[in-house]
Structures are given as structure tokens and as C-alpha cells.
């Protein structure tokens, strides 16, 4: 049996190893470092007050307890800081992974923006840094996105039509000192690049999103999939992913062809990458919205549905230097969605599903996966969220097709008996410090 390093592990890591069966092949060792507490520093309603290690410091621990301890192969799945510190650890251990400064960079959305003109000037919109106080460039004419130069989950992420709007939304884009200096400290560490401003400023894309997963190893790069993302009309919301994706195959095809250009060009090797791109079908155009050095695990399931491979198996061969092996179209079902349960006014959550509701659901729909989301007792504008809505839980389901997939998803929301209450019909809160559902 290998020994495996999990890196700030989520409940959907827990999750997917228990059903994989993944514990009965490796020996897996679980590791945090104020993953959780990233994400409450950008709720709406963040903690009141915050005291986060230096990053270096936690690297010297992580090194400290499992240097010689035997360790085979270092994964996270976690956004942040988790896919920095997988790097970082194994790159010290000398174990396959992505280079730490190529992951900083992909996670640093102008200098990945940079290093995507370079190699993918045609899918690469126009941008530009925005520092504190200053007015939009003037080269970017109005509607522009504006967003943080470090972020996730589309928090602090803007469409703005109007000099008034932007002044009001670049504030809100900020997320603060005390999420963006443990990015900072790494980034000046392993690439001698300071942070410089917070928040970036593009063109506005138009079209058609979605996902484009892959992995690189040996200087080769793979697509495993390309999965689509629905939103709730006229929002930045997203209402569900769907695998296999709608696009024609040839567009698919450029978009490989994107992704494998700007990953190689950069030097993106052994591990797994998200990359989302915008098809806009009025002008044929394909450009890259973002690049994630670190699996979709959202999507993982999906792929298994559909294909018969699921990509946390393909993380733990990437991480143990072997070639995975990836199937295609061998799956139990034709198609699969990843649905979100999400509401646009915030709430007071005073009940969630028990265990014992979610394992019936799951013997009806034995490959369903459900995730809650939200926390009995609190609101949810205190847990982490987008800039205009409130997700509450998750629930991932294959079958026939998407008629047949949102029907099983509506009998299961029935069946997950989550209480939402409104806000003012409550007293306020404490703001508890929870693990993930």
C-alpha cells in the first residue's frame, strides 16, 4: 500500500474515498491548514476577527511530521491554500507534482493572464491591473468583469456597465488583507513575484461556458472532458453542470487545443487542471476565462457516471508517478448533472437533512451524491458565497438524459428537508466555527 498526503481535505474528499474504496489501497495521512477559515473570510458575513499561521511556517511543520515518514505521493483538492501547499510539499520531498511557481502563478489571475497571451493570444480577452483608486483604463470600454486577482468560487467576481457601478463594485472586489497575504507570502517565496494590485480588470465575455479538465504528465497533456455550466438566467449564479457537454465536437477539439498550448507553454506538469473557457457562437470564439492547477472534484462523479473513471483515481496515480488510465463513454449512464440547491435571498437555516434522510435518498439513488452546504443555526450569508445568491447544498445525479436527470433531481430537493427561514424573523446568530457538512 502506498502513503498518500492529503492536503487540506474537504468533506467531498472524505466522501469520494469512502466510495472508492481508496483508504483500502493506500494509507492516507490528512493534513489542514485554514481551508476553512479562508472560505469564511469571504462570506458576507465574515468571522469577527482572524489569526492565520505564516504559510512557511506551516510548510516547515508539514516537512517536520512526514519527512521520513515514507510518503509516496502529496494531493489536494482544495483550491486554496490547498493546491499551493500539495506543490510546494512534494516538490521538498521530491515526489511527482505540479512546480510551486507554476502553480502561483495559474492561482494569480494577471500573472496567468500574462502568461496566456503569450501562449494563447487569440483566446486571451483584454485586461488589466486596477489598483485602489484608480478609474477604470480607459482601454477597457464599459460593460467590463471585474474580480480579484485572487479568488475562488466566483466571489468578488462583477459584471459592471457604469463609471458609478465600478467605483462601487472595485471596493467589494477587495477581499481583504487577510486572504490575500498567505497567496502573497507564497507567491514572493517561490517565484520572487510581489502581489502588486487587487483586482483586475477584462472584457466582458460572452457566450456559452464551460469546463474544460485534463491532466499533464511527461510533458503530454489529456483532456478527460469538457462539462458545461448552466446558469440561473441573467446571473453570475450557477444552476448546475452537465457532462457530456452540448458543444459540437469541433469546438470541443479547439478548445483542447487551447488548453494543451497554454499548459505545455507554461510548464504545467504532472497533475490534474481545470480550465474555463467562454464559447461565444455569434463570433466562433473560444477564450479562456480562467485556468484551476487542481481537479474539479465537483465534476469527479460525473465523469464516473458517464465515462466509468473517476478522477480522484486519477489524482492519486498522477501523484505516485503512474499513468492513469482513463475510459470513455463506459459509465452507467448517458449523461450527468451536478445541481445546485441555492436561493436568492439570504436565509436563516433552521434544519438540514440527517444522515438518516440522506441514506434513504441514497438507497433509492444509490449513485447519487448529495452535499449540504449550509450550517442549522446560522445564516447563510455566513458561510462562503458568490456576490448575488446563496447555495445551500449540492446534489450530483446520473441518468438517460437531462429530462430524466431533473426529475430525480426535484424528488430528491422534495426529499431534502431543509428549512429556510427568513432573516428579520430571526435573532441574530453567533458565528460559529463549523467543519464542512
Known sequence: MSNILFLCP???????????????RHRIRFHDYASLLLEELVAHEPPPSTELADPRDEIRRILACYR?????GVVSTDDYPGSSLAAIVAAQLGLPGVAPAVNLRCQHKYFSRLDQQRFAPQATPAFQLCAQGCPRPPSLPYPVFVKPVKSFFSVGAYRVGS??????????????????DPFATLLKE???????????????????????????????????GVVDSIMFPNTLSFQRFEYPSSLAPAVQRRMADIARA????????HGLLNIEMMYDPDRDSIHIIEINPRMASQFADLYEKVDGTNTYEVLFDLALGK???????????????????????????????????????????????????????????????????????????????????????????????????????RPDPPFLKVASA
Open 163 to 180: 463609471d458609478a457601478e465600478f467605483l462601487r463594485v472595485r471596493e467589494k472586489s477587495d477581499l481583504g488583507a487577510a486572504f490575500f
Open 10 to 24: 474537504t468533506h467531498r474528499d472524505y466522501r469520494e474515498i469512502e466510495v472508492l474504496g481508496l483508504h483500502q
Open 68 to 72: 521520513g515518514a515514507g510518503i509516496d
Open 262 to 269: 497554454v499548459i505545455a507553454g507554461i510548464g504545467f506538469d
Open 190 to 224: 517561490y517565484t520572487g513575484l510581489d502581489f502588486g494590485a487587487r483586482t483586475i480588470v477584462e472584457d466582458l465575455l460572452q457566450g456559452f461556458q464551460v469546463t474544460v479538465e485534463g491532466y499533464a504528465q511527461n510533458g503530454n497533456v489529456h483532456v478527460i
Open 323 to 425: 499513468s492513469p488510465v482513463v475510459r470513455h463513454r463506459q459509465g452507467a449512464h448517458r449523461y450527468a448533472a451536478s445541481c445546485v440547491l441555492r436561493t436568492f435571498e439570504n436565509a436563516f437555516v433552521a434544519r438540514v437533512p440527517d444522515a438518516e434522510e440522506i441514506a434513504q435518498l441514497h438507497a433509492r439513488y444509490p449513485d447519487v451524491r448529495v452535499e449540504v452546504l449550509a450550517t442549522a443555526g446560522r445564516r447563510l450569508s455566513q458561510e462562503m458565497q458568490d456576490g448575488g445568491s446563496y447555495r445551500y447544498g449540492i446534489v450530483n445525479i446520473g441518468g438517460r438524459d437531462r429530462d430524466d436527470v431533473l426529475a430525480t433531481f426535484e424528488r430528491c430537493r422534495a426529499d431534502l428537508r431543509f428549512v429556510l427561514e427568513r432573516v428579520d424573523a
